[in-house]
């Protein structure tokens, strides 16, 4: 009889780590096991949707697009030469996900959309989903400028005037008030 007992607690509390482990995993910034690739990624918030995701204002859906870094990505590393196609790896089954979960067809016309990386990986960031988004061409401000901020922020990177996660900080946050500080 106790032996019954000793099971049905046995198996209570592996129940309890494992509900314990995962409550843990979906804390504002997590770990991630991105499949595609054998790095591992911060996600920078929850991502609490994968459909009916709304762009606003040039801005990715925080629920499905809160982003994400490879977070041993040192300055070094992103200021060489051919870092972030060295580190790119986004499939078109991946493409045709993101755009599903914005609600638009795959393809688009081309050059009206891209799928971005949120935070770009010159910066760091990494090829997660939660990371991924189609950025429209129009109306502007769209992928164009804000390569263009990428670009302006990566360099600040480089040249020592900021450091890595203030970069990431800028563009996750609002990388259209960098675009209006640089235009």
Request: glycine share 6%; charged share 15%; aromatic share 10%.
């Amino acid at each position: 009889m106790w032996t019954k007992h000793i099971s049905f607690l046995s198996a209570v509390a592996i129940f309890l780590i494992g509900l314990g482990f995962y409550l843990y995993s979906i804390q504002q910034k997590q770990l991630v096991y991105n499949s595609n690739s054998p790095t591992i990624n911060v996600v920078l918030g929850d991502q609490t949707k994968t459909a009916d995701c709304i762009i606003k204002n040039a801005l990715p859906d925080s629920s499905c697009t809160p982003g994400a870094i490879f977070p041993n990505a040192t300055k070094e590393q992103i200021c060489t030469s051919g870092y972030s196609s060295s580190v790119r790896d986004v499939s078109v089954t991946i493409k045709k996900q993101i755009y599903a979960e914005y609600g638009l067809t795959y393809p688009q016309a081309r050059g009206a959309y891209e799928v971005d990386h949120f935070i770009s990986l010159e910066l760091g960031g990494s090829n997660d989903i939660s990371n991924l988004w189609p950025e429209a061409a129009n109306p502007k401000p769209g992928f164009h400028e804000k390569d263009m901020v990428e670009n302006y922020l990566h360099d600040q990177v480089c040249s020592g005037d900021m450091s890595l996660q203030e970069a990431q900080k800028e563009i996750s946050t609002n990388w259209l008030a960098v675009y209006n500080k640089i235009k």
